[in-house]
């Protein structure tokens, strides 16, 4: 079976604390260990970016658990793709939550968000989306 990755983009219903943040993160590294997932999710104002990585069946099932998720809605498939390797093998789900000093320190998050960031100006831009994921690789181990 392929080795996929699935980069995607959505909105928030509503900003979650950082205690709903982390008992999110906890289901998902449980969930991941178990499916052989690994990945980065970013949460920005308003909205997150998130790639999957793994089998490709295990990919489209965990995403279309995300699909169904109520905290967010909106979701725009960036892209979905077969990989030769993972570019975030060391992460069950590596998490950063992107405040205005992270969003200023780093080129890469720059780039895209700004004070009127809206999540579909992602979509059809899988360099500039992964950009983003790999910043988060460089910068925020
Ligand atoms: P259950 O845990 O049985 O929950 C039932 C339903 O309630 C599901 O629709 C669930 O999404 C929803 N739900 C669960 N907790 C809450 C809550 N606190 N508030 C509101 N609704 C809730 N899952 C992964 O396995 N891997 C990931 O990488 C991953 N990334 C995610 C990224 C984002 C941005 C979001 C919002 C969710 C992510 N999830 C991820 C979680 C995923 O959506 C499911 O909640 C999780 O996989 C459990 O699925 P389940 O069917 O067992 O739902």
Known sequence: ???????YVS?????LSNAELE???ESCVRYNLQNDISGVLLYGPGC????????AAAVG???QRI???PRHHNLIEIIREDIEQRSFA???MGFTRLDAAAIRNHPGFTDIYGP???PKRLAGQPALAMNMLLTFRENCR
């Open 1 to 7: 079976m392929a080795l996929q990755h699935l980069i």
């Open 11 to 15: 909105t928030a219903r509503k900003e």
């Open 23 to 25: 008992t999110l993160l």
């Open 48 to 55: 997150f970016i998130q790639v999957l990585e793994g089998e």
């Open 61 to 63: 099932e965990t995403y």
């Open 67 to 69: 699909l169904d998720d």
């Open 90 to 92: 060391n992460w069950r």
């Open 116 to 118: 009127d960031f809206q």
